[in-house]
Nanobody, 125 residues
Framework: QVQLVESGGGLVEAGGSLRVSCAAS????????MGWFRQAPGKDREFVSA????????VYADSVKGRFTISRDDAKNTIYLQMNNLTPEDTAVYYC??????????????????WGQGTQVTVSS
């Protein structure tokens, strides 16, 4: 079992930056591909970014490419999502997710076994 807890969300003005974190407990996440998803009001949850377990390949949704950076610190069992140049369209609840030994289809939320409770990110215009 893996427990995930997100933190770092908040309110920021458009053009600003925010870093959200996801701390894992229970089993180590060294063998987990870790992902970030988000859900805006009235919309389906969507993929944001993932970092693989084996070679730390990073994958991004087109909408955040060049603005967001995912990273992991396996010693701390924590992953991060640095978000720069935020826009109101980035407003959503951001969820952290984990999938053991996932090596493909990183964008599919059905592939992830463990989820955090989410952290709210609000970008004002």
């Amino acid at each position: 079992q893996v427990q995930l807890v997100e933190s770092g969300g908040g309110l920021v003005e458009a053009g600003g930056s925010l870093r959200v974190s996801c701390a894992a407990s229970g089993r180590t996440t060294r063998s987990c591909t870790m992902g970030w998803f988000r859900q805006a009001p009235g919309k389906d949850r969507e993929f944001v970014s993932a970092i693989t377990w084996n070679d730390s390949t990073k994958v991004y949704a087109d909408s955040v490419k060049g603005r967001f950076t995912i990273s992991r610190d396996d010693a701390k069992n924590t992953i991060y999502l640095q978000m720069n140049n935020l826009t109101p369209e980035d407003t959503a609840v951001y969820y952290c997710a984990a999938a053991f030994l996932l090596s493909s289809r990183y964008t599919s939320e059905q592939k992830y076994n463990y989820w955090g409770q989410g952290t709210q990110v609000t970008v004002s215009s």
